[in-house]
Structures are given as C-alpha cells and as structure tokens.
C-alpha cells in the first residue's frame, strides 16, 4: 500500500472539486488544488509532480504547507516589489509628453520613443518601455 501523504477534510475535499470543476482559477491555484486532490487519492509525489508538471521538491513542500496552513496554501502572500523609483511630477512629466506631438517622421508615440525620450529630456535616469505603460494605463491614457 502506498504511503498518504495527505488527508483532506471532506469540507476541503468538496471545496477543491468544486473549484477546479469552475475552471476559474490562477494556473498556479489550479495546480496546487490538483495536487492536494491527488495526494488525497494516494498518489505519489512522483505521480502528482508529472500531473502537474511541477518538481517533486514543490508537491513535496505543498503537502507540508496544506498540513501547516491548510487550504491558504491555494494563495501566495504579496510579496514587496521593488520600491517605486518614479514619483508623482515625473509620472505627470511622462503623461504629458504622450499627449504631445510626436517625432517627426512618427505618426504617434511608441512606448519606446516616450522612454527614450523621457530619459533624453532628463525626467527619469531611466525607464523601460513598460514602465512608461504601466504609467500611462494608470492614468487611463489610452495613447499606446
């Protein structure tokens, strides 16, 4: 007989079933309630790390997270990003130039172009093409 790793409560049981069954989950939410479904079943580490496409290592520290924090396990907690670098007057600086003129010789602004050229005109000491997005969809401009 093969070693269960897991026992989930029928309450979590039906939970996971019900919540894989609405196919409305993260991937990652989704692989872990699969997970805890299979090793429930008596599935191996080995068996449910295949289903999953995941290492053996990680079904190995699910398991130990479920028996510790049950089904939180489902959800990752926030994690600090990287400390915001642009502040309010350049994100407003940066705004303003997408709703200039663009280049000559473009008919618009490229995220690209508005990174360059936020750099060139010294708002920012640099900036990535997709800050300047992230940037402008908070702003609700819809210039890219």
């Not at 692989?31 to 580490?45: H, N, P, S, V, Y």
């Not at 990287?82 to 490229?110: D, F, M």
Request: hydrophobic share 35%; with cysteine; glycine share 6%.
């Amino acid at each position: 007989m093969k070693k269960q790793h897991i026992t989930l409560t029928d309450e979590h049981r039906t939970y996971l079933e019900e919540l894989t069954a609405k196919g409305t989950l993260r991937a990652q939410a989704y692989k872990r309630a699969i997970a805890l479904l299979e090793l429930d079943r008596g599935k191996t580490f080995t068996d449910v790390a295949q289903t999953t496409g995941v290492v053996i290592q990680t079904i190995s520290i699910w398991a130990k997270k479920y028996q510790s924090s049950g089904l939180a396990l489902l959800t990752d907690k926030s994690r600090p990003g990287r400390p915001v670098e642009v502040n309010g007057e350049q994100r407003a600086k940066i705004t303003a130039l997408a709703c200039s003129e663009p280049p000559e010789g473009h008919g618009r602004w490229s995220l690209r172009l508005l990174a360059d050229k936020a750099v060139e005109l010294e708002y920012v000491p640099a900036i990535s093409h997709t800050e300047v997005a992230t940037i402008l969809k908070k702003t609700n401009s819809n210039l890219t």
